[in-house]
Nanobody, 115 residues
Framework: QVQLVESGGGLVQAGGSLRLSCAAS??????MGWYRQAPGKQRELVAT???????NYADSVKGRCTISRDNAKNTVYLQMNSLKPEDTAVYYC???????????WGQGTQVTVSS
């Protein structure tokens, strides 16, 4: 019923940049965000943004990442700069409907930062 299509992952040198995109089907979502999971680690929040534009960032990416959304396209973006090897992970897009307890997830896109 709902599909989240992610793109933009890849291999980049330390200090480089990537922009991740996630296009969602259906009506607008109340909140959208990005999470990541590195091998052997739990999935963690990277950044979120609600339909009004309010944002939230993990301390580890503050100052280096910017989340934004285009409500007309039902798409959320994550601009990542000054990437570090520690940023290497599978990045997942998440979307939530207003009043909903559960969330929808994308398939994930691999980000690999080499030193």
């Amino acid at each position: 019923q709902v599909q989240l299509v992610e793109s933009g992952g890849g291999l980049v040198q330390a200090g480089g940049s990537l922009r991740l995109s996630c296009a969602a089907s259906g009506s607008i979502f109340s909140a959208m965000g990005w999470y990541r999971q590195a091998p052997g680690k739990q999935r963690e929040l990277v950044a979120t943004i609600d339909s009004g534009g309010s944002t939230n960032y993990a301390d580890s990416v503050k100052g280096r990442c910017t989340i934004s959304r285009d409500n007309a396209k039902n798409t959320v973006y994550l601009q990542m700069n000054s990437l570090k090897p520690e940023d290497t992970a599978v990045y997942y897009c998440q979307a939530r409907r207003r009043w909903a307890v559960s969330a929808y997830w994308g398939q994930g896109t691999q980000v690999t930062v080499s030193s």
